[in-house]
């Protein structure tokens, strides 16, 4: 993963397992938040299309996905862009049951018309199994940069695990690595390791096949509370067991040198105001906040009131491009306004509530602030 081309769609990581509920979609989850932590730019994409549980994990269950010119617009959490059919569900206890055909077509669409931005890491939350929706995941994205394998010790999961192995090898998708989830018990009182159901077998596995072994996560009641609640544990509790082991995964899968974007101070974000606080009414404000960010140290710098130019379309991305604003956070925004944003290059984060600037970028540095519904469309 260390080849300097960064192409449009980025480095695409597919995150597999043999059978559901062995936290595939826990790894997923915060490993795309890790590596925006790290000020990558990373796209998450959850294709399970029979369980996406991706939005409850980053708490974006009332997140709905929007479209430009055919192409779906990624929900944004802080920096992370996320795309899942889950935001598409009307609801999320009803069962997706569709025919051959149809789950082809929405896999394609998820896989091929997504408006990412350039994107350093693309990662993929599949469909558990080896059946044929992961066949037309592979099939679709055509390349990709390899596989993340993850099971648990329990001997069916292994069983399992060693069919998604012989998967990969035989479409000739790279194996990065096995993870083995759930490899003993953090004990919720002094945080020690406790062997439950024995661990080892994924390293035994990984041995045999002559893969990388990437390391184990051990079963801890806070990342189920955690996941419950919308929080990644790499985020929420960096000093968790769990977060700890994960974050020794990732690791050892991506380079984490500074990217040009580590090595950027800062970044500019804009924020319309009213009276100090975010106007819900973007067109008509009286003037924005140019807030410097840091997203490293997640800290907050300068803030800049600026009085805005004339309304006339086209004039404000101009205006704010030209002061090195990448990222707008809004109330509400018309469409129209969104896509000229859009093609300026500056990302539009919607629904933003009615508080200081300052609290604002700190949510957005903080993972907290995602897109929600757009308050003010005109
Ligand atoms: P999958 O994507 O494989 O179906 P999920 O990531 O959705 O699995 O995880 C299934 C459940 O197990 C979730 O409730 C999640 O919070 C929980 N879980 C996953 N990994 C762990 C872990 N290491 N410790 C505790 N709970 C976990």
Redesign the pocket.
């Known amino acids: 993963m260390k080849t300097p081309e960064e192409p449009v769609r980025g480095r695409c990581v597919l995150v597999m ?1 043999g ?11 915060n490993m795309a938040v890790w590596l925006a932590m790290q000020s990558r730019s990373v796209g998450l994409l959850d294709i ?1 299309i029979h ?1 996406p ?1 991706v939005p409850k ?1 980053l708490g974006m269950e009332s997140v709905r996905l929007t479209q430009e010119a055919g192409l779906i617009v990624p929900a944004l959490r802080g920096p992370l862009r996320v795309v899942s059919l889950g935001f598409m569900l009307q609801d999320a206890n009803t069962p997706v049951i569709w025919r051959g055909p149809a789950k082809h077509g929405v896999i394609q669409q998820f896989l091929n018309q997504v408006l990412w931005s350039p994107l350093d890491y693309l990662i993929v ?1 599949c469909p ?1 199994g080896t059946g044929d929706e992961m066949l037309s995941v592979v099939q679709v994205l055509g390349q990709c940069e390899g596989a993340v394998v ?1 099971t648990t010790p329990q001997d069916v999961a292994i069983s399992d695990v060693r069919k998604c192995v012989g998967f990969c090898r035989e479409l000739k998708v790279p194996v990065l690595g096995i993870v083995e ?2 490899s003993g018990l ?1 004990c919720p009182h002094c945080r020690k390791r406790i062997d439950v159901f024995g661990s080892g077998g994924g390293e035994a596995l990984a041995r045999e096949f002559q893969i990388p072994f990437l390391g184990g ?5 806070e ?2 509370q955690r ?2 609640a919308g929080q990644p544990i790499v985020e929420a509790d960096p000093d968790a067991p ?1 977060a700890q082991a994960m974050v020794q995964v990732f690791k050892s899968l991506f380079d984490t040198r500074p990217s040009r974007s580590t090595l950027e101070v800062s970044m500019k974000i804009a924020i319309p105001l009213h009276n100090g606080r975010l106007s819900a009414h973007f067109g008509h404000c009286e003037q924005f906040a140019v807030v410097e960010a840091d997203p490293q140290s997640h800290t907050v710098g300068q803030v800049e009131l600026c009085t805005p130019p004339a309304h006339e379309p086209g004039a404000l991305p101009r205006w704010l491009t030209q002061m090195g604003v990448g990222t707008v956070i809004a109330g509400g925004m018309g469409r129209r306004a969104q896509q000229l944003f859009s093609a300026s290059g500056i990302d539009v984060i919607v629904g933003a509530p009615e508080d200081e600037p300052e609290a604002l970028v700190q949510a957005f540095l903080d993972g907290r602030l995602v897109s929600g519904p757009n308050v003010c469309d005109h």
């Not at 996560?217 to 009641?221: F, H, I, Y």
């Open positions: 397992s059978k559901g509920g062995v936290g595939k979609s826990s790894l997923a989850v399970d369980g549980s994990l939350d558990p993850v989830n759930m953090v996560v051990p079963l801890d009641p990342l189920a996941s419950d769990t």
